[in-house]
Structures are given as C-alpha cells and as structure tokens.
C-alpha cells in the first residue's frame, strides 16, 4: 500500500512559479508510476502530467507542456512537479496519484490518491 501526501500549493501571481511534492510512503514507492492531476470547481479532475516509475518517460498534457515539470526521486520517494509560468486557468487542487501496472493519463486506472494542495494563480 501506498499513502501520498501533497505539499506546496499557494497563492502566486500569474507569470509566477511553484513546486509541488509528493511524499509516499511505502517500500514498493519505486515501482509505481506516478501522475499529477488537477480538478477545479465544477470541473472532472483533470490528467497534469505522470511520470514512469523508472523515471525515464514523462508525459504532459498539452495545456502544460512546456512550462511545467515532473521529476522524482526513488531514494527519497518523492515526486515533484514544477510550474512556472502559471496562469489563473492552472488554479485547481493538485493531486498525485500512484498506479502500479498502467501507464495511462486515465485517473481511474490509478489505485493511490493524495487529499490535494490547492494552487491559486491570481491574475
């Protein structure tokens, strides 16, 4: 079993940056691919970015590619998501997520949620 807990959410202006971790804990940490999803109100939670378990393969949703970043450290069983350039469309709360056997943009293939950190872009 894997327990995630996010941190790192705030309040930034827009143009700003933030950087997102993710703790796991868990000794399997490393062999669990690891995506980053959002969900604003109102909205369906929403795929970010996922990263393989190896992380040699990263995917990013078009709305985000190019100015954020998902990285991991296996040692540490950390994930992390860098966002720069952030506009007030990337406000939502930030979920990491954990799915062992699919790599997939699809949230409902994956088994482990953190309870979100909320991130606030203010125009």
């Known amino acids: 079993q894997v327990q995630l807990v996010e941190s790192g959410g705030g309040l930034v202006q827009a143009g700003g940056s933030l950087r997102l971790s993710c703790a796991a804990s868990g000794r399997t940490f490393s062999t669990y691919h690891m995506g980053w999803f959002r969900q604003a109100p109102g909205t369906e939670r929403e795929f970010v970015s996922l990263?393989?378990?190896?992380?040699?393969?990263?995917s990013y949703a078009d709305s985000v590619k190019g100015r954020f970043t998902i990285s991991r450290d296996n040692a540490k069983n950390m994930v992390y998501l860098q966002m720069n350039s952030l506009k007030p469309e990337d406000t939502a709360v930030y979920y990491c997520a954990a799915s062992q056997r699919y790599w997939s943009r699809n949230k409902r293939v994956y088994d482990y949620w953190g309870q979100g950190t909320q991130v606030t872009v203010s125009s």
């Open positions: 990263i393989s378990w190896s992380g040699g393969s990263t």
